[in-house]
């Protein structure tokens, strides 16, 4: 068969109908991107990995959508397609917002994709990234803690990690790894900022799309004030190390928030926001692009494996110097906030 990028559209669980470029294969329709590295979609089949550490005995499998009219999915969670449009919307504007504001090809900046599987395992609520597949894999949730897994925040949260994988690879543990959930909070907050999907619209809150009721909170995490999910820590202290990584990227998610909102109250897109400062101070936001650009910097050019918290901070201060000038505002911006969640 003739293999040829097609462009169709899908209609989500979460982001209405969105257009999706795919790969038109015979008689049907892939959902294969060629124009974003052949990133596809596929589906689990309710399956999970058997794994012990690295080592996988069996892998869920990944058999690739198809479609006989190239418009994918109802909207409704029961059409196992719908997902697979969130998945694969979610990692196109994630590669997009890569390519186009950082000028980054692809996870590994070498312009190849790689692949969602959806539909893991039973009842599953969690995702992950995994850098054995180099894949991105979505559980649909228990339906009353959480629904599908398959928003844009986490999406490219999933897929930031790929991308933290491929350049300052964090380790997984301690503070580093605090910083590592925190990149991945960061970039998928800025990609939810940067679909501008008039039905997932930007906000501080991860998951708020994807929780229930019987969560009992309106998102994952917060980060304007990480503490609201009764976990994270909103200010460094010397134990935060020992919390684990998705709590201890409390202090990096603050810090993002600070660096690019400001403290104190805030309303955007109809959510409120109430940050606070670990020391009382007033910080001065800068804007989230310039929060992407200091923090992509600081990932790709000056974090190594090891870094900790302070190292970040001299980390963030060499990128916004290199970006926008030493003792610029950008750069003063970048130590007020640090000093506001107590890292100096
Ligand atoms: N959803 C989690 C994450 O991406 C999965 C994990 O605990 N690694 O961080
Ligand atoms: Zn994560
Ligand atoms: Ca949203
Ligand atoms: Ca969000």
Known sequence: DSMESASGDGKSLYGGTVPLETTAAGSSYQLKDATRGGTYTGDAANKTDKCLLTVCLTRAPATLFTDADNQWGTGAAADRSTVAVDAQYGTDVTWDYYKKVHGRNGIAGDGKGSFNRVHYGKAYNNAFWDDNCFCMTYGDGDGKLMGPLVSLDVAGHEMSHGVTSKTAALTYSGESGGLNEATSDVFGTLVEFYAANAE?????????????????????????????????????????????????????????????????????????????????????????????????????????????????????????????????????????????????
């Open 200 to 344: 997932d619209r930007g906000d501080w809150l991860i998951g708020e799309k994807v929780v229930r009721s019987g969560l009992g909170r309106e998102a994952l995490r917060f980060m304007d004030k990480p503490s609201k999910d009764g976990k994270s820590a909103d200010c460094w202290s010397e134990k935060l190390g020992d919390l684990d990584v998705h709590y201890s990227s409390g202090v990096g998610n603050h810090f993002a928030y600070l660096l690019a909102e400001g403290s104190g109250k805030k309303s955007l897109n109809g959510v409120a926001y109430n940050s606070p400062t670990c020391d009382g101070s007033t910080v001065t936001g800068i804007g989230r692009a310039k929060l992407g650009k200091i923090w992509y910097r600081a990932l790709t050019v000056y974090m190594t494996s090891s870094t900790n918290y302070a190292d970040a901070r001299t980390a963030t201060l060499s990128a916004a110097k290199d970006l926008y000038g030493g003792d610029s505002t950008e750069q003063k911006a970048v130590a007020s906030a640090w000093k506001a969640v107590a890292v100096s």
